[in-house]
């Protein structure tokens, strides 16, 4: 039988690993911070079985434990028998043991024993009336579910979406980071890189023309979240391919049977349930949100920096005439805020192949901004502090720079340039800061729910 093996023991603090492993996994093993333990470290994108063995004098080894690999990584604590004579240890891989141990809810996943509320959200008030009540993309076809959002939560995390299963959603849409991706071009499956910045998902929900994009080529979010598995560079699967490996997962069946009734993994299962967890990420509980139910009263919750950041945000023709409501997102409209001129990037126009579209973008909420750097379509700028100078005296004339940018005709139609103070630019920097919810970026409903060992 041919082994694959690291190999440890009280005495010796160095691991080796020989032979070639299976792709793209590496082991390693060092002693844990209890006596008598070590710590296995197994990164492994094919989730094989592996078994840890001992051996007095390498000759004679014994099975200690076995344990299956989940989304590509282990990283647990194993310990070892207490013995007065020396013991070695090594982790092996070997074809035999692939199928004696079968991933369950139980095994592969921590879940918490009440389900989690994704259904029924604690919503301020403003959310309950127009304009947001009218900005909901939540279809009556799929309303969400805390069933359904907690399997969607699960396949978001699920490297095996992606065809060498190396990459997840949350790789390029990181919890951390409001969701986005701190990288200018988020890494796909192989390496390459994306050909946009990628879009934070905090409040995915309000947008009121719905599509998703910085294009908008996608229509709905059911659709939208199926075209980065099967996007070239991002994941690269097939969904034909996807429905049989997620559907040869014994897990998977009895989610999706408790979900929608059979125990089938279709495509337009995983889409209903991926889009119920992205629409479920909403975040309410920022510094923004305590000020405005004490009506922005300035103390403790609300400075008088914030404030005047707000005012200005707020201003006629300012900010707010794009990044309105308390989600701050575009109403009715598609904007082109004069990023560049010839445009390298259509945008919109490169979708309608109108070219009053051409440079026009989508822009999501600014809801938890601080964290989804960097900035723009193209992730252009690193910081916020470059952003508000962009609007203070950068923004570049084109034919469809959008109203607002623009000073009224009886002023000349010039582009807008409000030639911030450092004053009022730190303002409108902590005005956005207010936006941050630490709770989103914590939250456990909305984290990884595999089970990497302890
Ligand atoms: C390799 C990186 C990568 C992966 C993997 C990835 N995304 Fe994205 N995502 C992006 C980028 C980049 C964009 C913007 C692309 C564009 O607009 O052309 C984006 C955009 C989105 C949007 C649009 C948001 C909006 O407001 O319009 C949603 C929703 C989204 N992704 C969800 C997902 C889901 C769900 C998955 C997993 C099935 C996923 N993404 C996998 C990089 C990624
Ligand atoms: C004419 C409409 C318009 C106005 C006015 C406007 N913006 Fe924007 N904003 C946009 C558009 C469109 C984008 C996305 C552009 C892109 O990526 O190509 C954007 C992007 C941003 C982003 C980056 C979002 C992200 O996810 O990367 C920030 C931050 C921002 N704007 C802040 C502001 C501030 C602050 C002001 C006021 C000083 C302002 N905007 C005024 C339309 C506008």
């Known amino acids: ?14 691991s080796f690993a020989t032979a070639q492993l299976p792709d793209g996994a590496a082991i390693s093993l060092s002693h844990g911070t209890a006596a008598n333990s070590s710590r296995v470290t197994i990164t492994d994108p094919g989730n094989h079985v592996w078994t840890l063995q001992s051996s007095p004098n390498l000759d004679d080894w014994t099975d200690v434990q076995s344990y299956k690999v989940h989304n590509g990584r282990l990283d647990t604590t194993v310990a070892h028998a207490s013995s007065t004579t020396q013991l070695f240890y090594r982790t092996i891989y070997s074809a035999a043991l692939q199928g004696t141990i079968t991933s369950t809810t139980a095994s592969a996943l921590v879940l918490p024993a009440t389900p989690y509320d994704y259904d029924n959200p604690a919503l301020p008030p403003a959310f309950a009336v127009n304009p947001i009540a009218g900005q909901d993309n939540m279809p009556a076809g799929n309303v969400t579910t805390d069933a359904g959002a907690k399997l ?44 946009r910045n990628s879009m934070g998902l905090s409040n995915a929900r309000w947008y009121q023309r719905e599509s998703f994009f910085w294009d908008e080529r996608s229509a709905t979010l059911e659709i939208q ?47 209903r349930a991926l889009a119920q967890f992205v629409r479920s990420i909403i975040s309410v509980s920022s510094r923004y949100d305590a000020a405005r139910a004490a009506n922005f009263a300035i103390g403790a919750g609300w400075s008088n920096q ?35 001129f010839p445009y390298v990037d259509l945008g919109r126009g490169g979708v309608t192949g109108n070219a009053a579209d051409n440079g026009k973008f989508k822009v999501g909420s600014l809801r938890n901004i601080a964290l989804t750097a960097p900035y723009m379509h193209d992730g252009r700028f690193a910081t916020l502090e470059q952003v508000v100078d962009f609007y203070s005296n950068q923004v570049v004339d084109n034919p469809n720079l959008s109203p607002p940018l623009r000073l009224p005709p009886q002023q000349g139609g010039g582009v807008r340039r409000p030639n911030f103070t450092a004053q009022q630019r730190a303002a409108l920097v902590a005005f956005m800061r207010s936006l941050t919810d630490p709770s989103l970026a914590t939250d456990p409903k909305y984290s990884d729910p595999f089970n990497y060992g302890n």
């Open 152 to 195: 969607g939560r699960i396949l978001f995390y699920d490297k095996r979406l992606s065809l060498n299963q190396t990459v997840s959603c949350s790789s390029c849409h990181q919890q951390a980071n409001g969701f986005s991706d701190p990288d200018r071009f988020s890494r796909g499956f192989e390496g390459g890189r994306t050909d």
């Open 225 to 271: 979240v199926l075209q980065p598995i099967q996007n070239p560079v991002e994941m690269g699967m097939t969904l034909p391919a996807l429905e049989a490996r997620l559907g040869a997962e014994p897990f998977y069946t009895d989610l999706f049977n408790q979900v929608f009734g059979s125990p089938a993994v279709t495509s337009d299962r995983i889409a």
């Open 306 to 340: 914030e404030e005047q950041g707000r005012q200005l945000f707020n201003a006629p023709g300012s900010c707010s005439a794009c990044h309105g409501t308390d989600n701050f997102v575009p109403g009715p409209n598609i904007f082109n805020n004069g990023l560049e």
């Open 1 to 14: 039988m041919k082994m694959r093996h690291a190999l440890s023991s009280a005495l010796l603090s160095a």
